[in-house]
């Protein structure tokens, strides 16, 4: 499968993105799409500079061909310590079933959005694709990545963030459907009730803009790409039909959520981390409302939630995990990410 708009965009072989997914890949994956002829990424929102690095290292070692760069762009909000005895009161009656009392812990919610810090790090390896999640860095931030020459992407969920996204000069826009897994890209609202099926958002986005527009969101075979390129997409960007593969770093309960019938039933919710995203449903999540108005802002609210996955996962639970899905698991395989992106490439 060649689309030529998405291989002058990309410089890959295939129109598809691997798309970053934190602490549930690493280089590896990214290494085995982009030898495949897709886009590899590596998320960086979660790691150190030090780790960062070391995984751009191996990527380049690993192969010769184009690689993308995630990171998270959001405002940095300050530990809030009455949101956090709202929501401890809130969780306590979960805490109590494993005899424990949550801790506070200000400054372990590791997601640091893009600063000229890791921009220093980074400029030296020139990554060929940076993309952002959450709309954009400041704008001196986003010229000194393009003046590396590499190319810059971002997320928008709604016509209004697009339109702003092009404003700000990217060069492609990921238009995430509000079937995709994971954390929502909303950055103009958080209402989630803007948010837009996928090939509703396409089309929105196809007819007003200017810049290249790749959909994301449910895609799981070689006949929903096509769909999408037809409809006028240079390109796609695909997650939760990766999480499976040999190189995916999810935890067994998390590959045995994905292999049953729970995977059906996907809903948003911000009780894990303070912000929009798509899980498989599980007990926190019906007991606290999807849409908890109790939890901390991002990335606060995964404080206490940790602690409580840790200790339900030591009695195998998964009552308190974030099991990040689409609302399309059926494409997900056990197999290498090099075998699955040649078979989305080629049906």
């Given amino acids: 499968m060649i689309n030529l708009e998405g291989k002058r965009l990309l410089g890959c072989e295939h129109p598809i993105i691997q798309a970053p997914m934190a602490g549930a890949q690493g280089s590896d994956m990214a290494i085995a799409v982009s030898n495949a002829g897709g886009l590899g990424s590596l998320p960086c929102a979660m790691l150190s500079v030090e780790d960062m690095v070391s995984e751009i290292k191996l990527i380049k070692a690993g192969t010769d061909k184009p690689y993308n760069l995630n990171f998270f ?6 530990y809030n310590e009455a949101e956090h005895q709202v929501w401890q009161s809130k969780l306590m009656p979960y805490f109590a079933e494993f005899g424990a009392t949550p801790k506070s812990l200000p400054n ?28 954009l860095p400041d704008p001196e931030l986003v010229q000194r990545v393009k003046s590396w020459g590499s190319k810059v992407l971002s997320s928008a969920t709604t016509l209004e963030e697009a339109l702003w996204l092009e404003s700000q000069g990217v060069d492609a826009i990921i238009a995430q459907g509000v079937e995709a897994g994971g954390h929502r890209g909303m950055f103009l609202s958080d209402d989630i009730t803007t948010q837009v099926g996928l090939f509703s958002l396409v089309s929105q986005l196809i007819q007003v803009l200017k810049v290249p527009v790749i959909g994301a969101g449910g895609i799981a075979h070689h006949k929903e790409i096509q769909a999408l390129l037809a409809l ?21 309960s998390h590959r045995e959520a994905l292999q049953s019938e729970a995977a059906q039933h996907t ?27 109790s939890a901390p802002a991002f990335p606060h609210a995964s404080i206490e939630m940790t602690q409580l996955k840790a200790l339900d996962s030591l009695q195998g639970g998964t009552n308190f995990a974030s099991l990040w899905c689409g609302q399309n698991a059926t494409g997900c395989q056990a197999i290498s990410a090099h075998t699955l992106t040649k078979r989305l490439a080629n049906g």
């Fill in 267 to 293: 809903a948003l919710t911000n009780v894990f981390t303070g912000r929009p995203a798509r899980s498989v449903v599980n007990r926190v999540m019906e007991e606290l409302a999807y849409m908890s108005p």
């Fill in 232 to 252: 006028g997409a240079a390109a796609v960007q695909i997650g939760t039909t990766y999480l499976l593969c040999d190189e995916s770093r999810i935890s067994s």
């Fill in 73 to 78: 762009c959001h405002q940095p909000i300050e």
């Fill in 108 to 135: 372990s919610a590791n997601r640091t959005p893009f600063n000229h810090a890791i921009a220093d790090a980074i400029e030296p390896l020139s990554p060929p694709v940076v993309s952002f999640h959450f709309g």
